[in-house]
């Protein structure tokens, strides 16, 4: 093994196929569309070199890009103060469910594996005004008055849309801390327990600190997928109405393939890949701590 490991024309061919890989599907495609990004091609027709006259108006005129931004932002927070605080707890709280425990386990997941086109068109079908399961439970039980266009305003369609996107991210980040928590050896617990410590005392001074690596790969993975929501958005609302709920995705899909703006929306996309990493870098940086082994 340490023949192999000092042998760098062995490191190099066995590093090779994924590097070139890696570079043809990733490194590439990002070269090719900042070039477009410094174009006003519209997809079709010849185009010219216009340099970062895309990126000036994005930054500087397009408010929806802003809009879009914070939508994602919204989202991300969501899923990082809502989702995720419920999910250690829903965790935490199914250990103790004795034979129950893979029953609820498989029903908390189950949201998660189906096809976001089919849950996004049930929540859809939730949020109707005219004939909608929400409206109808509303008017059933009295409340007439709070009945809505849940889809249809603006301020109302932006909190469905981070519901529901909470609400079928929520099994994965259910698993990754139910497995952390797993993974917690039964020496702390009975150690722990022999020196007093309650259940309570147990999860809050051993087992969340131990979930901190845990804790920062779920944070980094819930604020990309944020900026990268584009399929329950689209299916729920397309951005509308007037452009109140575009996301980063959304958006770039819109100027790129509806309004023909290929350049445009290729610098929207650059904007976007800058914008995951620095998120990710600085999430890292923010989130990095040593808990030690265990």
Known sequence: MNSIISDKKTIFWLVAPGFVLLTAMIFIP??????????????????????LRNFIEIVSRDEVFWKSLLNSLLLGLGLVLIQHPFSV????LTQYCGRY????RICIFIPSIISTFVTTQLWVSVFNTQFGLLN???????????????????RLAICCIIFVCMWQGFGYAFLLYYAGIKGVPKDLHEAAMLDGASQLQLNLKIVFPLLAPVLR??????????????????LMTGGGPANSTQFL???????AFREGLYGYGNAISILFVILCLLITVLLNQALKKDVGEY
């Not at 070269?31 to 216009?50: M, N």
């Open 30 to 51: 990002i070269l090719v569309s900042f070039y477009y990004s410094l174009t006003d091609w519209d997809g079709v027709a010849e185009y010219r070199l216009i340099g």
């Open 249 to 255: 995705s959304t958006y770039l899909y819109s100027k």
């Open 89 to 92: 707890l829903i965790a935490m």
């Open 136 to 154: 109808r439970l509303l008017e059933m039980i009295g409340l007439e008055a709070w009945k809505q266009d849940w889809l249809g305003d603006s």
């Open 101 to 104: 425990e893979k029953l609820l």
């Open 217 to 234: 790969v779920n944070i980094i993975l819930a604020v990309v997928a944020a900026f990268k929501q584009m399929e329950t958005v689209y």
